[in-house]
């Protein structure tokens, strides 16, 4: 036995055994962890062993049996061991993805977080993954994501960047979302469209993988009978993993992971991992889906809801629409109608009357009185009717020939001469037709003072963007802009009912449609009106 | 002598309706329903109809369209106390419209216009 080597001394110091490193200083007094750990692989204690047998000791074949199977088990301890590790980091790697895929019912974030497990080193490592779904309506298994790098220059660019940023999983997933779903699904595009496969082909290996819920390792994809030559040049690889995706043994989609950079060859290992894998992600994927269709039927109650608020708004507008219609449409016929009697009897008393009857002057006060009313009628009729104009598609310049048909005697009558210049191939406007035609005949023939020598109005139709352009100029009636202004507030301070509120009446029910209605007054030049009719109902408020 | 048939609830209107128009030149046949109007439509010609859009419990609207279905030569105007009618599809079938009011210039000078316009229409054979 060599006398120099230490396995027979209790205590010895550093650098007396070779084997004996930095960080192992308990390794120096404990001499029964010393000879188990070191002396069975150094070469001076199997020297020591060989002068054993040398010497005929008969221990030296016991010792050496011994050692052996010690070595042996030594070994399969560390494999175990090491087993234990991958197995362990598994499960971590397990729990960290079911967390995930738990916590999430975005179907894309469900996604990405699959396709990062597959492919990442943390996860399966496999270099390439496509994830198909069932559309059971269509009947058709289909690529819908693509995850990995297309060639080996792409996968060492992806790779080296994940080793520096050293990313877990959920960040890893988080990134791949935000920032390269889009981009991996239009790189994988050619290949995800071409990834669809009727759910009755029962030949076809996917479907074969998905029937059976069981994972298919595909060896030798060129030749595979049951594997079409179009899948295996479209991968462009020989072996391939399918694995069915299934929830609740209903068929949810399929991944199909390969290693076709690295050429790693894929284990039964690999695949149980991956099967074990699979049951959540399949459970993920369709609760992210059943979430996906609830959110959808949600937003339509939510839409209907708004909808039958809308409804309910309109009808209560509605029923006061109709209320205030029947409150004027009683003070129409109830008072017009005395009104009209009153005035109409009092004209004719005072036509068939002399100039010294002394009544003449009461008659006289009558007709006033009952003329004045009308007029108080007839703006609160026509302001009741602004409060709720009734829109649909006219003809612009329908419009407008109407209203100077209707005003032609009496513009005629006072001496004005009117024209209308219509733009060509004018679109439909959305109006009130009724109210509108009230302002036009309004602004026409409104009571403004100030006539000037100038009796003419003009009117142009001009096409605008969504609109159509009513320009009004009138040269008889020269005001200033303040006092224009004052004519169009109703009922303000200084109006009294039957005094002329015509225009603010047209500009409430322009306003009530949103319509914008601009008046320029110069003293010098008379009045403008530009009225925007829009073409379109949204472009109403 | 143009003849007018004048339809109206209010009596008072009728009475109204006839003085003046009589005054006009006009000879003037009132009625105060659809059914009244009917009857008198029966028993003679009219070159002219003036109706109130609302009769009671009956609409003039409709006694209009029937009058332009069954006598289209007779032209009609709707005298009503709604001006807001003036602007309504409904009541496009009738020749003029004027909204109702004391003074009787403007249904005058209506009548006067359809009345011309027909007269137009006789001479040159339409």
Same mark, same amino acid.
């Given at each position: @036995?060599?006398?120099?080597?230490?396995w027979?001394?209790?205590a010895i110091e550093?650098?007396?055994?070779?084997?004996?490193?930095? #960080?192992?200083? /308990?390794?120096l007094?404990?001499?029964?962890?010393?000879?188990?750990?070191?002396?069975c692989?150094?070469?001076? +204690?199997?020297?020591?062993?060989?002068?054993?047998?040398?010497d005929?000791?008969?221990?030296?074949?016991?010792?050496?049996?011994?050692?052996?199977?010690?070595?042996?088990q030594?070994t399969?301890?560390?494999?175990?061991?090491?087993f !234990?590790?991958?197995?362990?980091?598994?499960?971590r790697?397990?729990?960290?993805?079911?967390?995930?895929?738990?916590s999430?019912?975005?179907?894309?974030?469900?996604?990405s977080?699959?396709?990062?497990?597959i492919?990442a080193?943390?996860?399966?490592?496999?270099?390439?993954a496509?994830?198909?779904?069932?559309d059971?309506?269509?009947g058709i298994?289909k690529?819908?994501l693509?995850? #990995?790098?297309?060639?080996m220059e792409?996968?060492s660019?992806?790779?080296n960047e994940i080793?520096q940023?050293?990313?877990?999983?959920?960040?890893?997933?988080?990134?791949?979302?935000?920032?390269?779903?889009?981009?991996?699904?239009?790189?994988?595009?050619d290949?995800?469209?071409?990834?669809?496969?009727p759910?009755?082909?029962k030949?076809?290996?996917l479907?074969?993988? !998905?029937?059976?819920?069981?994972?298919?390792m595909?060896e030798?994809?060129?030749?595979?009978?049951?594997?079409?030559?179009?899948?295996?040049?479209?991968l462009?690889?020989?072996t391939f993993?399918?694995?069915? !995706?299934i929830?609740?043994?209903?068929?949810?989609?399929?991944?199909i992971?390969?290693?076709?950079?690295?050429?790693?060859t894929?284990?039964?290992?690999d @695949?149980?991992?991956?099967e074990t +894998?699979g049951?959540?992600?399949? +459970?993920?994927?369709?609760?992210?889906?059943l979430?996906?269709k609830?959110?959808i039927e949600?937003n339509?109650?939510?839409?209907a809801g708004?909808?039958?608020k809308e409804?309910?708004?309109?009808?209560?507008? @509605?029923?006061n @629409?109709?209320?205030?219609?029947?409150?004027?449409?009683?003070?129409?016929?109830?008072?017009r109608n005395?009104?009209?009697?009153?005035?109409?009897?009092?004209?004719?008393?005072?036509?068939?009357?002399?100039?010294s009857d002394?009544?003449?002057?009461?008659?006289?006060?009558?007709?006033?009185e009952?003329?004045?009313?009308?007029?108080?009628l007839d703006?609160?009729?026509?302001?009741? /009717?602004?409060l709720?104009?009734?829109?649909?598609?006219?003809?612009v310049n329908?419009?407008?020939?109407?209203?100077l048909r209707?005003t032609?005697?009496?513009?005629t009558?006072?001496?004005?001469?009117t024209?209308?210049?219509?733009?060509? /191939?004018?679109?439909?406007?959305?109006?009130?037709?009724?109210?509108?035609?009230?302002?036009?005949?309004?602004?026409?023939?409104?009571?403004?003072?100030?006539?000037?020598?100038?009796l003419?109005?003009s009117?142009r139709?001009?096409k605008?963007e969504?609109?159509v352009?009513?320009?009004?100029?009138?040269?008889?009636?020269?005001?200033?802009q303040a006092?224009? /202004?004052?004519?169009l507030?109703?009922?303000s301070?200084?109006?009294?009912?039957?005094a002329?509120? #015509?225009?603010a009446?047209c500009?409430?029910?322009?306003?009530?449609q949103?319509?914008p209605?601009v008046?320029?007054a110069?003293?010098?030049?008379?009045?403008?009106?530009?009225?925007?009719l829009?073409?379109r109902?949204e472009?109403?408020? | 002598?143009?003849?007018?048939?004048?339809?109206?609830?209010?009596? =008072?209107?009728r009475?109204l309706?006839?003085?003046?128009l009589?005054d006009?030149?006009?000879e003037?046949?009132?009625?105060?329903?659809?059914?009244?109007?009917?009857?008198?439509?029966?028993?003679?010609?009219?070159d002219?109809?003036?109706?109130d859009?609302k009769?009671? =419990?009956?609409?003039?609207?409709e006694?209009?369209?029937k009058?332009?279905?069954e006598?289209h030569?007779?032209?009609?105007?709707?005298?009503s106390?709604f001006?807001?009618?003036?602007d309504?599809?409904?009541?496009?079938?009738?020749?003029?419209?004027v909204?109702?009011?004391?003074?009787?210039t403007?249904?005058?000078?209506?009548i006067?216009r359809?009345?011309a316009?027909k007269?137009?229409?006789?001479?040159?054979?339409?």
């Amino acid at each position: @036995m060599d006398r120099e080597c230490c396995w027979d001394r209790e205590a010895i110091e550093q650098g007396d055994c070779p084997n004996v490193g930095v #960080g192992e200083e /308990d390794l120096l007094v404990s001499k029964r962890q010393r000879n188990l750990e070191k002396c069975c692989e150094c070469p001076r +204690f199997l020297n020591g062993l060989k002068q054993l047998h040398d010497d005929n000791n008969p221990l030296a074949p016991v010792l050496t049996s011994f050692l052996a199977e010690y070595r042996r088990q030594k070994t399969q301890i560390q494999s175990l061991v090491s087993f !234990l590790d991958n197995k362990t980091l598994e499960i971590r790697f397990l729990h960290e993805l079911g967390y995930v895929l738990q916590s999430s019912v975005d179907l894309d974030e469900v996604l990405s977080v699959a396709l990062t497990a597959i492919t990442a080193g943390k996860g399966f490592g496999m270099n390439r993954a496509f994830l198909l779904l069932c559309d059971r309506e269509e009947g058709i298994l289909k690529g819908y994501l693509g995850l #990995g790098p297309r060639n080996m220059e792409e996968a060492s660019q992806v790779w080296n960047e994940i080793l520096q940023n050293d990313m877990d999983l959920q960040t890893l997933a988080q990134n791949f979302r935000l920032n390269k779903l889009s981009s991996e699904r239009a790189k994988f595009h050619d290949v995800l469209e071409q990834l669809t496969v009727p759910l009755s082909n029962k030949d076809h290996i996917l479907i074969k993988a !998905l029937d059976g819920k069981r994972p298919i390792m595909v060896e030798g994809a060129f030749q595979h009978p049951d594997v079409p030559p179009e899948l295996a040049r479209l991968l462009g690889v020989d072996t391939f993993l399918s694995m069915p !995706l299934i929830s609740r043994n209903r068929r949810v989609g399929m991944i199909i992971a390969d290693n076709c950079i690295t050429h790693r060859t894929i284990t039964e290992e690999d @695949m149980h991992s991956l099967e074990t +894998f699979g049951f959540p992600v399949a +459970f993920a994927i369709e609760r992210a889906s059943l979430y996906d269709k609830l959110q959808i039927e949600l937003n339509r109650v939510t839409e209907a809801g708004k909808k039958l608020k809308e409804q309910q708004e309109l009808i209560v507008r @509605m029923e006061n @629409m109709a209320l205030v219609g029947r409150i004027t449409s009683s003070i129409a016929h109830s008072v017009r109608n005395p009104l009209m009697i009153i005035g109409g009897f009092a004209r004719s008393m005072l036509k068939n009357s002399t100039e010294s009857d002394p009544r003449r002057t009461f008659i006289e006060s009558i007709v006033a009185e009952t003329r004045q009313l009308e007029g108080v009628l007839d703006e609160i009729l026509n302001y009741s /009717d602004s409060l709720y104009p009734t829109r649909d598609f006219w003809d612009v310049n329908q419009l407008v020939e109407n209203a100077l048909r209707d005003t032609a005697d009496s513009m005629t009558s006072l001496g004005y001469s009117t024209c209308y210049t219509p733009d060509g /191939d004018l679109p439909a406007v959305y109006i009130d037709f009724k109210q509108l035609s009230y302002c036009l005949r309004t602004v026409l023939q409104n009571d403004i003072n100030g006539i000037s020598e100038d009796l003419s109005i003009s009117i142009r139709s001009q096409k605008g963007e969504n609109c159509v352009i009513l320009r009004i100029e009138d040269c008889s009636r020269l005001i200033s802009q303040a006092e224009l /202004d004052h004519l169009l507030v109703p009922f303000s301070e200084t109006h009294d009912l039957g005094a002329g509120l #015509g225009l603010a009446l047209c500009k409430t029910m322009l306003d009530k449609q949103g319509i914008p209605f601009v008046a320029q007054a110069d003293v010098h030049s008379g009045i403008r009106y530009t009225i925007t009719l829009p073409t379109r109902k949204e472009e109403q408020s | 002598m143009s003849r007018l048939l004048v339809v109206d609830d209010e009596a =008072n209107i009728r009475l109204l309706y006839a003085e003046e128009l009589k005054d006009e030149g006009y000879e003037v046949v009132t009625a105060a329903s659809s059914a009244e109007a009917a009857e008198k439509l029966q028993g003679g010609v009219f070159d002219l109809a003036v109706l109130d859009i609302k009769l009671k =419990n009956e609409s003039g609207i409709e006694l209009l369209q029937k009058l332009v279905k069954e006598r289209h030569e007779m032209p009609v105007i709707l005298c009503s106390a709604f001006s807001c009618y003036k602007d309504d599809f409904s009541a496009w079938l009738a020749d003029g419209y004027v909204v109702k009011s004391g003074d009787l210039t403007e249904l005058k000078q209506e009548i006067a216009r359809v009345l011309a316009k027909k007269a137009q229409k006789i001479k040159a054979g339409l």
